[in-house]
């Protein structure tokens, strides 16, 4: 069992991340996540090769970029992205925090944020060393977040 907002946790600017269920739980099946997302959260356009994400927002709204739509996702709304589908996120207009599950198949995203969250200000930014390690993990980035007709 893992109760609200608890498990191996990171702490960001724009959000705090638990792991839920880690790789080690489901035999590299899976990875579930509990991310509380800020006011500043934006999630960059990127794209994963091999893996599939699936979002279920539980609280705020947050409005999503999937292969060239936008669209806004409010509590109860779940979102399937296939592998090789660009996509991004950013709170919506007006909302000052939300919540949602991540699952990312197969698994690998805690192992991702494990290795985040031992790098120093100076490996962040090191480009070739960001590059090397979004690649490992299937996190292809594209760009910023899309323009999108939305004021704040």
Not at 51 to 63: K, L, P, R, W
């Amino acid at each position: 069992m893992s109760p609200p907002r608890q498990g191996t946790n990171y702490e960001w600017d724009a959000d705090h991340s638990y792991v839920k269920v880690a790789a080690a739980d489901t035999g590299g099946q899976y990875t579930l996540m509990e991310d509380n997302l800020k006011t500043t959260f934006a999630l960059g356009l990127h794209l994963h090769r091999y893996h599939a994400e699936t979002f279920y927002i539980m609280e705020g709204n947050i409005d999503f970029y999937i292969d060239g739509d936008w669209l806004t996702a409010t509590p109860g709304t779940c979102i399937h992205v296939p592998p090789g589908v660009p996509h991004a996120c950013i709170m919506a207009k007006g909302c000052e925090a939300g919540r949602m599950l991540m699952i990312y198949q197969p698994s690998g995203f805690d192992q991702y944020l494990a290795e985040l969250g031992k790098m120093t200000a100076e490996d962040f930014a090191d480009q070739a060393k960001m590059d090397a390690l979004n690649e490992k993990y299937d996190i292809f980035n594209i760009g910023p977040v899309p323009e999108r007709n939305r004021a704040r």
